[in-house]
């Protein structure tokens, strides 16, 4: 559907035009004062400069031009030539009714479709899912289905860590455990055993326990690297192995992230690249990108505009080892071979930022990703504890996502034990919702490159600005909705909403109009925290008229049938944002 604000504006520059200005001087805006007025058109102030008449001149031409525009009422001028403008209540009434219709919900991209692959999880096989991976989960889930809903193809790939000198360390460990494994004997002929020689449990055990030996003996470091060098040459027993650590660990991962409703589409990791490796350094060498530098194999990214020093990206080091910027070009040159996506979404911790720069002025400058395709570096700050510092256990330790989603639960069924009536199992489903809800909009309503402080208390509150309060909301409007139908109202026998009745039902109204707007605003800017910040005042709105109304005992039929209905269609606006955050409302709480 066309935005209320764009139909708003073409109806102003059309006057504009009508009465002899350039249309573009025209912007129409939502009130920032909305006691006086819904929108204001600053125009006259521009077109002023431009045909050098007074204001306040041109905007009495204009409010005279749209004296009879039928969807206008009380266009007024305020000042030295702003203009006002009031909607006639049936446009908006008809404009929502519309939404309601839509199984979008009046949400269409602005954009032409495009193909966008998302770059989100980033979790490192053997390793347990922390809280730092949280961000990156939370965050790119919603990212990927805002672009999804407003119609673009978008491939969302959790892209592991599954190459590098964790699984070195992990195969030098169980080795040093158990040396008779066939994985060691490098004259092993047969079939390699087809279950893992660990459990996840004990694989969580085996790296700890490898990466602090590492750390204080040299050796044990250096066999770790023999190890991830020989497997990424291909060592047979050791590729096998590496197979059952990726097994086990992408098993456990897949549930982790499920946990969390986070689903990606594509699990694949840094080692699936490596076969485009040789084929693109020859291309860079060929084209005459690459030189020597110290020995390794460089490539210029430096541009005469910057203000910071960006180093020549590392392509291949001295001893022919490859790079994290040799697996994240390669894995561009992966995708664009696979989808030839229109723009490739990271979403990574912020001080990878530097990397992320040289990769993509890497790929511009050797063409090996078209040349209008857009790279989007979406960098994420910390999540801090209540001290400053990053989020940590009790004891001091990294926090496990697992154990991070068991104690907000917690602490969420503390709160719901109090309030209702409940059976255990119901208990446990909603302490699970709710309790995403908080971890998922705590994060997400923060602008996603600042740091933030996990104030549980705050985050599952049930009043603020919270998930739990928005889920609260939803459930309030399921239950009139409820209470109407045991009353023994036909809910679809009518779908018509009203023109309003008082301004905070007005109000109301206007905000569920901007959802488009809203959508297609933090889908542009890559924030979800717009959404948030949407669904937030929608609630706030709504709570307003509920307060003001009392729509169950109304006695006009008629204008309780349109309540229930404009309530409605608040719940499915609230659901479809809160589905964009990747939060599920339950029925009750
Ligand atoms: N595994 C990496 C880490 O833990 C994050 C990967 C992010 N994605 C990428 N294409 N580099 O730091």
Known sequence: MEKLIKKISTIMEDK??????????CTVTVSNRPDLCQFQCNGAMAAAKKYKKSPIDIAKEIVAAVENEENFENVSIAGPGFININL??????????????????GCTSDVDPMTIVVDYGGANVAKPLHVGHLRAAIIGESIKRIGRFLGHKVIGDVHLGDWGLQIGMVISEVERRNPSLPYFDEDFQGEYPETAPFTIDELEEI???????????????????????????????YVALWKHILNVSIADLKKNYGNLNVEFDLWKGESDCQKYIPEMVELFKEKGFTYESEGALVIDVAKETDTYTVPPIIILKSDGATLYSTTDLATIVERVKDYNPDAIIYVVDKRQGLHFEQVFRCAKKTNIIKEDATLDFIGFGTMNGKDGK???????????????????????????????????EEVEEISRKVGLAALKYGDLSNQATKDYIF?????????????????????????????????????????????????????????????????????????PNKICDYIYDLSNLFNKFYH?????????????????????????????GLDLLGIEAPEKM
């Open 88 to 105: 006639k209540d049936s446009f908006i009434s008809n404009y929502i009714n519309n939404m309601y219709g839509d199984s979008k919900l």
């Open 455 to 527: 104030d549980m208390d705050k985050f599952s509150s049930f009043e603020g600005n919270t998930g739990p309060y928005l889920l609260y909301t939803v459930v309030r409007i399921k239950s009139i909705l409820r209470k109407a139908e045991a009353e023994g109202i036909n809910l679809s026998s009518s779908k018509e909403i009203l023109h309003p009745y008082s301004s905070t039902e007005r109000d109301l109204m206007l905000k569920i109009s901007r959802f488009n707007e809203v959508v297609n605003l933090s889908f542009k800017d890559r924030s």
């Open 207 to 237: 790296y700890p326990a490898a990466s602090s030996l590492a750390k204080s003996d040299e050796k044990a470091m250096e066999a770790a690297r023999k190890a991830t060098f020989e497997l990424q040459n291909g060592r047979r027993g």
């Open 390 to 424: 990053p989020f940590k256990t009790r004891e001091g330790g990294v926090m496990r996502l697992q154990d991070l989603i068991q104690i907000i639960k917690d602490n969420v069924k503390d709160k719901l034990k109090e309030t209702d009536t409940m059976t255990p």
């Open 16 to 25: 504009f035009e009508q009465c002899g200005y350039d249309r573009q001087l």
């Open 548 to 576: 003001d109304n009392r729509i169950i005992a109304e006695e006009n039929i008629e204008k309780k049938m349109s309540w229930l209905n404009l309530i409605t269609l608040t719940q499915k606006v609230l659901e479809a």
